[in-house]
C-alpha cells in the first residue's frame, strides 16, 4: 500500500541549476505533506513541510508546490549546491495520526 | 543543538535472539516513535509512544517487539525474537508534542542485522 510515490529513484542536477522532486499521494486525508533529507550513516533531517490548505511554501533555496486536484507535490532546490546531495524522502501525515507515511526516497546527485 | 542519539550504530545477532535497541532523545520531547528501513524499501512506521504507553502501532510491531522508557532518558525497542525479515536500519524519533510530530527529530539510526 503505496500512499506516497516517488517515482524516480534517482536524479542528478548540474550545480547551479534547479533541482525538482516529485512526489505522489493517494491518500486525499493527509493535513502534511513534508520532505525530509538523508545523507549516509544518519537519519533523516526534516527539511521543509506544507500544509494541505496551501499550494506553496518557501524557505530560503526550497520551495514546495502541492497540487491537491493531481495529488502531487514537489520540492525545488534553486540554486543546487554540492552539499544538497543526499537521499531526500517525501512524506506525509494527518493530523489525527502519529505516524509519518514515507515514500521510497529519490537520490539527488549534484554534478560539478 | 539538541539531537536524538541511539546505540549500538550495528548490531549483528542469530536467528531466535533477542536485541535490544536503545535510543536517547531529546530531553524535553514527550513523543517518541520508532520506524524502520529495510534495505531498499521505504522508511515504515513501527509506534508511537507517550505518558509511559504506547499510543499507535503499526501492523509491523506484532508481539514480538515491545517498547519502553525504563527511565527518564532511555527510549528502548526490544525485538524478543529476532527473524531474518527484522535486519533494517531501525529509527527513533521524538518530537515535543502531537501536534508537532511532523517535526519530529530523528536518530542516526541503528543497523540491525540478523543472520
Known sequence: DQ???????????QEGRISILNCDYTNSMFDY????????????????SISSIKDKNEDGRFTVFLNKSAKHLSLHI??????????????????????????????????? | EPEVTQTPSHQVTQMGQ??????????????????????????EFLVSFY???????????????????PDGSNFTLKIRSTK????????????????LARFADFGPGTRLTVL
Not at chain 1, 505533506?33 to 521543509?48: D, M, Q, R, S, V
Not at chain 1, 546531495?85 to 560539478?112: E, M, W
Not at chain 2, 533477542?18 to 522508511?43: A, D, M, T
Request: a negative charge.
Open chain 1, 3 to 13: 500512499q506516497v510515490k516517488q517515482n524516480s529513484p534517482s536524479l542528478s542536477v
Open chain 2, 51 to 69: 505518558n509511559n504507553e504506547i499510543s499507535e502501532k503499526s501492523e509491523i510491531f506484532d508481539d514480538q517487539f515491545s517498547v519502553e522508557r
Open chain 1, 33 to 48: 505533506f513534508l520532505w525530509y533529507k538523508k545523507y549516509p550513516a544518519e537519519g533523516p533531517t526534516f527539511l521543509i
Open chain 2, 84 to 99: 531474518l525479515e527484522d535486519s533494517a536500519m531501525y529509527f527513533c524519533a521524538s518530537s515535543h508534542d502531537q501536534i
Open chain 1, 78 to 112: 534553486v540554486p543546487s549546491q554540492p552539499g544538497d546531495s543526499a537521499v531526500y524522502f517525501c512524506a506525509a501525515l494527518q493530523n489525527r495520526d502519529d505516524k509519518i507515511i514515507f515514500g521510497k526516497g529519490t537520490r539527488l546527485h549534484i554534478l560539478p
Open chain 2, 18 to 43: 533477542e536485541v535490544i535497541l536503545r535510543c536517547v532523545p531529546i530531553s524535553n520531547h514527550l513523543y517518541f516513535y520508532w520506524y524502520r528501513q529495510i534495505l531498499g524499501q521505504k522508511v
